[in-house]
């Protein structure tokens, strides 16, 4: 089965500077990735989702890429706010109706 | 978590005893899914149901079960409940799952279980 890698330490940055998040994955490209926010006590919420025939997605301050030749996805929010802090999961489709995810990374914005 | 709901939200019991989730969902989805997440292991699915009364299993299926008798009501039930099934259950609904669609998931605000 799939398996994801992000990593598990907090990341910790300064209000206005630009977050990158990494998801690696070690078996077959799936046919997309995506990621999720969720904040502590509640559920995962939907924030992007980008196809294997994809390089890279945006919205609004969110950019995601997808390299499967390294078997890995970057997930970028630029000047970001302390509003954005929360914990950021990755997905990848495995099947048709499963998805994997990640154990997410946790992101602290400082003002 | 508009459209979908879990109950009950928090849950005490002892080992041994058998407990039921439910997940209600108002959006008329054809899939729902039940994850667990636990520090360190991330969500993890545990069943899930592609229409009224077809079900699957998921990566950590042993000690659980699942029916789904109505469209809109997908039921967990830990037949005899054990420690290391404390967790937090998560419900999720999905309108697409076929090979040309993607799978995007809307979450409830799960159910926080404590087995003593």
């Known amino acids: ?111 | 978590d508009a459209g979908i709901t879990q109950s009950p939200r928090h849950k005490v019991t002892e080992t041994g005893t058998p407990v039921t989730l439910r997940c209600h969902q108002t959006e008329n989805h054809r899939y729902m899914y039940w994850y667990r997440q636990d520090p360190g292991h991330g969500l993890r699915l545990i069943h899930y149901s592609y229409g009224v009364k077809d079900t699957d299993k998921g990566e950590v299926s042993d000690g659980y079960s699942v029916s789904r008798s109505k469209t809109e009501d997908f039921l967990l039930t830990l037949e005899s409940a054990t420690s290391s099934q404390t967790s937090v259950y998560f419900c999720a609904i999905s309108e697409s799952g076929s090979i040309s669609g993607a799978n995007v998931l809307t979450f409830g605000a799960g159910s926080r279980l404590t087995v003593l």
Do not use: M
């Not at chain 1, 078996?27 to 939907?46: E, H, I, K, T």
């Not at chain 1, 992007?48 to 078997?71: A, G, S, W």
């Not at chain 1, 970028?76 to 997905?91: G, N, V, W």
């Open chain 1, 1 to 111: 089965s799939q398996k994801i890698e992000q990593n598990s330490e907090a990341l910790n940055i300064q209000e206005g500077k630009t977050a990158t998040l990494t998801c690696n994955y070690t078996n077959y490209s799936p046919a997309y990735l995506q990621w999720y926010r969720q904040d502590p006590g509640r559920g995962p919420v939907f924030l992007l989702l980008i196809r294997e025939n994809e390089k890279e997605k945006r919205k609004e301050r969110l950019k995601v890429t997808f390299d499967t030749t390294l078997k890995q996805s970057l997930f970028h929010i630029t000047a970001s706010q302390p509003a954005d802090s929360a914990t950021y999961l990755c997905a990848l489709a495995e099947g048709f109706q499963k998805l994997v995810f990640g154990t997410g990374t946790r992101l602290l914005v400082s003002p």
